[in-house]
């Protein structure tokens, strides 16, 4: 099975449209910031930032008078619940592997405690890593989902982050021992 990559990811009319309009400069930073945490806790750079860019495409805009209600967002929303069933239905539909697409989705339902009741969560190590990439792309009220990126800037960013993970991945498989 071929690696599913960012970029077939980004330019799936799904992504488009729902990584759009929960801030592309967000998705890409939370996704590089998810590479370098996988990168320090052992966990899979490619699956962590799949996650990462991904993890907001549930979001819903709450909006009240014509203006985003962060308190209205903060007390309605289930983006996480969303987009790990958005996420996973685009995934499958690319040829991503099943067993990683399920990993991923689990990630992007996890990656936030916000619609949960204060029990708290016990996160695996991917899920820990979205979670921490996220919260470091966070800006107060929001307003990190309003930052712009540029389409050529977002495609190279993409595509750096693609060849990252296939260097990363070169690395793996030339440490496995020859059987």
């Not at 962590?48 to 014509?66: E, M, Q």
């Not at 983006?79 to 995934?91: C, D, F, T, V």
């Not at 930052?147 to 993409?158: F, G, N, P």
């Amino acid at each position: 099975m071929k690696r599913v990559t960012l970029k077939e990811i980004y330019l799936h009319p799904i992504a488009q449209k729902y990584v759009k309009r929960a801030g592309l400069a967000h998705a890409i930073s939370t996704a590089n910031h998810a590479f370098n945490f996988a990168l320090k806790h052992n966990v899979n750079p490619d699956l962590a930032v799949k996650a990462a860019f991904l993890h907001d495409i549930g979001h819903y805009t709450w909006y009240r008078n014509g203006q985003w209600d962060y308190t209205l967002y903060k007390e309605n929303d289930i983006h996480a619940i969303k987009g790990a069933e958005r996420a996973h239905k685009l995934l499958i539909r690319l040829d991503e592997n099943p067993v990683s697409a399920k990993e991923i989705a689990l990630a992007i339902l996890l990656h936030t405690d916000s619609y949960l009741p204060d029990v708290g969560i016990r996160r695996e190590p991917l899920q820990e890593v979205v979670a921490l990439a996220d919260e470091a792309d966070e800006e107060p009220g929001g307003s990190h989902h309003y930052r712009t990126i540029s389409k050529e800037e977002a495609e190279h960013a993409i595509n750096e982050l693609d060849k990252a993970i296939n260097n990363y991945l070169k690395t793996q498989k030339k440490k496995q021992p020859a059987s």
